[in-house]
């Protein structure tokens, strides 16, 4: 139901837009969340939007650098990635949750997931 695109390989400083893609039923009342995952660590949260967009939420390691917006005409939440660095390198996700927090954690509180897209940033 949810299926997140736009991940590939770009050099450090560079930037990717990332699409979250809602299919099966509306999640235009749900807060969206991504979230990432490097090989051999813990899941984390990246960046939250409120149903309406009014509201955004970002981790401190990539405030100011991330933006999270949504298109609830097309069922659809973005996450715009600048300056890009190596450590940002992970498998990230979207996700939906019916409240939204200003921090999800490895995203327990989340009610639905979709399928990853790789994001890999060569130094």
């Known amino acids: 139901q949810l299926q997140a695109s736009g991940g590939g390989l770009v050099q450090a400083g560079g930037s990717l837009r990332l699409s979250c893609a809602a299919s099966?039923?509306?999640?235009?009342?749900?807060?969206m969340g991504w979230f990432r995952q490097a090989p051999g660590k813990e899941r984390e949260f990246v960046a939250a939007?409120?149903?309406?967009?009014?509201?955004?939420y970002y981790a401190d390691s990539v405030k100011g650098r991330f933006t999270i917006s949504r298109d609830n005409a097309k069922n659809t939440v973005y996450l715009q990635m600048n300056s890009l660095k190596p450590e940002d390198t992970a498998i990230y996700y979207c996700?939906?949750?019916?409240?939204?927090?200003?921090?999800?954690?490895?995203?327990?509180?989340?009610?639905?997931w979709g399928k990853g897209t790789q994001v890999t940033v060569s130094s």
């Open positions: 939007i409120s149903w309406s967009g009014a509201v955004t």
């Open positions: 996700a939906a949750a019916s409240k939204l927090y200003s921090d999800y954690g490895p995203g327990d509180g989340m009610d639905y």
């Open positions: 099966g039923r509306t999640f235009s009342s749900y807060a």
